[in-house]
């Protein structure tokens, strides 16, 4: 079973550009979660979606964040513009969601934005 | 509001010693418990989960934790370390897989 995908791995860009990461998440999973990882500190959740809806976005500071999951599979989420502080790893990660919340979620390799 | 707290930042342990690596969580109900893996350049892997029944939860690779609710702690044991488990290890609590709160984690070192 293919696991998670995300790209870019790496991202380079200056203050105030914009940047996009694409994930695609497991084949049929419903739930897609997209994290911010600062260095030293432990992921922080963004946004959730239950197919191609919103479950959770209350950590996605949506004057500069945006994300989108078009047809309930691949999830795209921007920065526009990129701030200094916006310098992490994001994580994309998809579960099951048929379950009762039990299955586990799994993680893709991550994109490291490095905003100068 | 539910909260993680991992007091040790970095372990240094040698090769085939034990290993225990500290959580405590606060949350206002029963919580959902987990301990992440992430090596490297890599996404976080799950070793393993606890959400109702046996306290004590058996994990891939050898781990295992055991949950205390009077102490609220969910400390995650290996009984001996191997070169490989060399890498950043995350406990995070939840509710029903959402909404989960990661500590900031503990890298471990191993020593030959």
């Known amino acids: 079973e293919a696991g998670v995908a995300q790209s870019p791995r790496y991202k380079i860009i200056e203050k105030r550009q914009s940047v996009a990461f694409w994930c695609n998440p497991i084949s049929g999973h419903a739930t897609l979660y997209w994290y911010q990882q600062i260095l030293g500190q432990g992921p922080k959740l963004l946004i959730q979606f239950q197919n191609n809806g919103v479950v959770d976005d209350s950590q996605l500071p949506k004057d500069r964040f945006s994300a989108e999951r078009l047809k309930g599979v691949d999830s795209t989420l921007k920065i526009q513009p990129a701030k200094l502080e916006d310098s992490a790893v994001y994580l994309c990660?998809?579960?099951?969601?048929?379950?009762?919340?039990?299955?586990?979620?799994?993680f893709g390799p991550g994109t490291r934005l490095t905003v100068l | 509001a539910q909260s993680v707290t991992q007091p040790d930042i970095h372990i240094t342990v040698s090769e085939g010693a034990s290993l225990e690596l500290r959580c405590n969580y606060s949350y206002g109900a029963t919580p959902y418990l987990f301990w992440y893996v992430q090596s490297p350049g890599q996404g976080l892997q799950l070793l393993l989960k606890y959400f109702s029944g046996d306290t004590l939860v058996q994990g891939i690779k050898g781990f295992e934790a055991e949950f205390k609710r009077s102490q609220s702690s969910f400390n995650l044991r290996k009984p001996s370390v191997h070169w490989s488990d060399a890498a950043e290890y995350f406990c995070a609590v939840g509710a029903n897989n959402n909404d989960m709160r990661f500590g900031a984690g503990t890298r471990l070192t191993v020593k030959p």
């Open positions: 990660a998809s579960r099951d969601g048929q379950r009762g919340g039990t299955d586990t979620q799994y």
